[in-house]
């Protein structure tokens, strides 16, 4: 797991419920030697409870916070929510740089759509006509 564009994680879970599988999990992959490789400067808390249900706070470097309730997820689908976190500003700091950061970048096929649609749609092929 890549830790880029993260500078704080705080994994809570109480160790005695099934609950926290996913949490203890994740918590285990962010306190690697290959994760913590691919960001030093980040650090990673733990804070144990007897009750209560398991979250990840996530501090990214622009100083936006993340809380994800791990309770009924999978690590799959947590590493999934902060890898397109992390992807989304690294490239926006990648636009910012090349001097785009100041403009609202949208395309036009987005809003056809709508900010709320899920699905493009059925899609077909058709044959290319000779």
Same mark, same amino acid.
């Given at each position: 797991?890549? @830790?880029?564009?993260i500078?704080? %994680? =705080?994994?809570?879970?109480s ?5 926290a ?7 285990a ?18 804070? @144990?409870?007897? *009750? &209560?249900?398991?979250?990840i ?6 100083? /936006?916070?993340?809380?994800? $309730?791990?309770?009924? =997820?999978? %690590? /799959?689908? %947590? @590493?999934?929510q902060?890898? +397109?976190?992390?992807?989304?500003m $690294?490239?926006m700091?990648? =636009? *910012?740089?090349?001097g785009? &950061?100041s403009?609202? @970048?949208?395309?036009?096929w987005?809003? *056809? =759509? &709508? *900010?709320?649609?899920? +699905?493009? &749609?059925k ?8």
């Amino acid at each position: 797991m890549q @830790l880029k564009q993260i500078s704080r %994680i =705080l994994v809570q879970f109480s160790p005695y419920t099934g609950q926290a599988r996913s949490a203890r999990e994740f918590l285990a992959r962010v306190s690697s030697r290959p994760a913590q490789a691919s960001n030093p400067e980040c650090t990673v808390q733990t804070n @144990l409870r007897v *009750k &209560g249900d398991p979250f990840i706070e996530i501090e990214f470097d622009n100083k /936006q916070m993340t809380r994800i $309730d791990t309770a009924g =997820l999978n %690590i /799959q689908q %947590i @590493l999934e929510q902060v890898q +397109s976190q992390a992807e989304e500003m $690294d490239t926006m700091q990648k =636009l *910012k740089a090349a001097g785009f &950061g100041s403009q609202k @970048l949208d395309s036009s096929w987005h809003q *056809k =759509l &709508g *900010k709320d649609s899920v +699905s493009v &749609g059925k899609v077909e092929h058709v044959p290319r006509q000779a």
